[in-house]
């Protein structure tokens, strides 16, 4: 006999507490979600469900899916219901209905939820290649085939362009009502950088009124988040309907540590701050911590635990030569480039990869490599080279990475700009190719002999080994 699907009826009749803890579906959908995977379910979604307990408001979210139909087919039918089991010490599962409707394919919805006066937020989360943007320059790729379009006027199938069309029809309507629109994506002043592709997009569009406009009632704050959530799995559906009696197709699992920073705005807003967001003047300090000591560490490590076979950082950080490489990257080298100390923080990032129960796969952290590692791992490295230290240890990740290139390009794994990189016949020219590598840093004799010493290392006496003796120099 089929399990029943989970819905507001459902749920109701079978788990009636549950549904009376969530939250009701009689609210506006003030929040617009542009990209609504797992990382959102798990994250955003589940803090503003709890600001709408401490404190009622239209804040429902209404969210748009780009990778295909399957948020909307898991999240449509059970009336935006879902499960988010939260992993750790103890287990939680926690019931989430903050989530209003998922739009996919649907242009001119989206246009009209932006142009709607309920519409006062605007979240985003859709990797770093979401933006459609040169890392060199942070300026739109001209050449790229969806943005050019988006520019021929077609229905807009970017997050730029969908949200220029947006404001454009609101704009068109005569609302002057601030609206906020915040990145949530690992990038460098993210609300900066897509204020700034917005008015790019606008210059080639051939609309300099709306640009103007848009500076005059649209804040672009910066944010900072951080959780570890992978991929949803068969066995996390599984367990969820054992636990619930409901079939809940949209169920995703996470760690329970959530964090969310936000450069503070003048505009309203859920209850956030109740409910453990930092809204903060200033986001640098944050975002440096961010993107080098956790995703920073995630990124070099997990290239080398591919490159070890291994498959979750529970697995790779069970190796006492990559726990060994996880802590001294932080307390030696990405956390000194900051100016202190870290050793607390690779501690908690140790027993934060270590968490069995996450699953959290290399090969997911391993994507987009030659757009997240500027920022991650070149810019500390940068910085210590300018302070007369050697980054060792995060030369080693980058050989992990271009390790990981050289195997994967027989295999058509990679991504369009990993792939040009893979094919550079040697070191200087993939560097000297490399976007997103600072000029400095491709001409560094030094950064440019440690790769190499870690490249032949990987190469000669494998990744093992290779770790204990870079370790072993660095200790």
Request: with cysteine.
């Amino acid at each position: 006999m089929a399990v029943p699907r989970l819905s507001r009826r459902t749920l109701g009749e079978r788990r009636p507490e549950l549904l009376d803890s969530v939250q009701g579906d009689d609210i506006g959908a003030g929040i617009l979600h542009l990209g609504i995977g797992a990382f959102h379910r798990a994250h955003q979604a589940v803090l503003t469900e709890q600001a709408l307990l401490v404190e009622p408001g239209d804040w429902a979210i209404r969210g748009v899916s780009y990778r295909g139909p399957g948020a909307a087919d898991a999240l449509n039918p059970q009336d935006g219901l879902y499960t988010v089991v939260e992993r750790g010490a103890n287990e939680r599962f926690r019931m989430v209905g903050a989530v209003r409707e998922v739009l996919y394919q649907r242009p001119d919805d989206v246009r009209a939820t932006l142009a709607s006066s309920e519409c006062r937020i605007v979240t985003i989360t859709v990797t770093e290649a979401g933006y459609h943007h040169d890392p060199a320059t942070n300026r739109l790729r001209r050449d790229d085939p969806e943005l050019a379009a988006d520019l021929a006027g077609g229905s807009p199938r970017t997050v730029v362009g969908q949200l220029v069309d947006g404001l454009r029809a609101r704009r068109a309507r005569g609302d002057d009502a601030p609206i906020t629109v915040l990145s949530c994506d690992n990038l460098l002043f993210n609300g900066r950088l897509l204020a700034g592709l917005i008015q790019d997009f606008c210059g080639l569009a051939g609309d300099p009124a709306l640009a103007e406009w848009i500076r005059g009632h649209v804040s672009f704050p910066s944010t900072v988040v951080d959780q570890i959530v992978p991929a949803p799995t068969e066995d996390c559906l599984r367990e969820v309907e054992a636990r619930l009696g409901l079939a809940d197709h949209a169920a995703v699992a996470g760690e329970a540590y959530r964090q969310w920073v936000i450069e503070d705005f003048d505009g309203p807003r859920p209850a956030w701050d109740r409910v453990g967001v930092r809204f903060v003047s200033d986001i640098s300090a944050a975002q440096a911590r961010k993107l080098r000591l956790v995703n920073g560490t995630h990124s070099a490590v997990a290239y080398l635990g591919l490159l070890a076979d291994l498959e979750t950082t529970a697995d790779l950080v069970r190796e006492e030569e990559f726990a060994g490489y996880v802590q001294q990257l932080v307390r030696a080298e990405t956390g000194p480039s900051l100016g202190n100390g870290a050793g607390e923080e690779a501690e908690r990032i140790v027993r934060r990869l270590a968490t069995p129960r996450i699953g959290h796969r290399l090969a997911q952290i391993a994507g987009q490599g030659a757009r997240k590692l500027p920022q991650r791992l070149l810019e500390p490295a940068r910085d210590l080279l300018a302070a007369g230290r050697e980054p060792r240890l995060i030369c080693l990740g980058i050989a992990g990475w271009i390790s990981f290139l050289r195997g994967a390009k027989q295999s058509g794994e990679l991504d369009e700009d990993s792939r040009e990189l893979a094919t550079a016949p040697d070191l200087g020219r993939l560097l000297a190719a490399w976007r997103g590598c600072p000029e400095e840093l491709a001409e560094s004799r030094i950064f440019r002999e440690l790769i190499a010493d870690a490249l032949d290392g990987l190469r000669s006496d494998g990744v093992r080994a290779t770790v204990r003796r870079v370790v072993g120099e660095r200790s």
